[in-house]
């Protein structure tokens, strides 16, 4: 999930965790108001059979916490009390860039960017999340053939 003050985009990955593919941005009209945004991630949970949920991190760019950390971090505890889930934190520096270069590549305006930005970068903390996790989950297996 990218997590931002009135959206949240979502991502899901298939049963292998091979792929990621964007499924919504939840929006709401106040940053502080969350009983919808918390009821529709439940359903998504449900709909999508979800073991855990990847919540981007908004380091600052030299890796300190700021306001949004702090935020994020606080809807990271709303969202473990109410699902029971597991809740990992994945590094968001540069994913909103990226997820521009990608909505470029794909043909979408600037006009268009609001209407897919957060989702796009809901996969983009998934793809990293995965990949890093599979990087561990390799050096893991090589250690113990060694």
Do not use: C
Not at 120 to 141: F, T, W
Request: aromatic content about 4%; glycine content about 6%.
């Amino acid at each position: 999930m990218d997590y931002g003050s009135k959206t949240v985009g979502v991502a899901v990955t298939d049963q292998l965790g091979m792929t990621a593919q964007g499924v919504e941005i939840i929006r709401r009209k106040h940053p502080a108001k969350l009983r919808k945004t918390i009821a529709r991630i439940k359903e998504l949970i449900e709909e999508y059979d979800v073991e855990k949920i990847v919540l981007g991190l908004p380091l600052n760019i030299d890796g300190t916490s700021g306001d949004r950390v702090t935020k994020t971090k606080a809807f990271a505890e709303i969202l473990k009390e109410k699902t029971g889930l597991e809740i990992i934190f994945e590094d968001e520096r540069l994913t909103t860039v990226e997820a521009r270069e990608i909505l470029i590549d794909l043909g979408k305006s600037e006009e268009e960017w609001d209407e897919y930005i957060d989702m796009v970068a809901a996969v983009v903390i998934l793809e990293q999340y995965m990949a890093r996790h599979s990087k561990e989950d390799k050096e893991e297996r090589q250690v113990k053939e060694d």
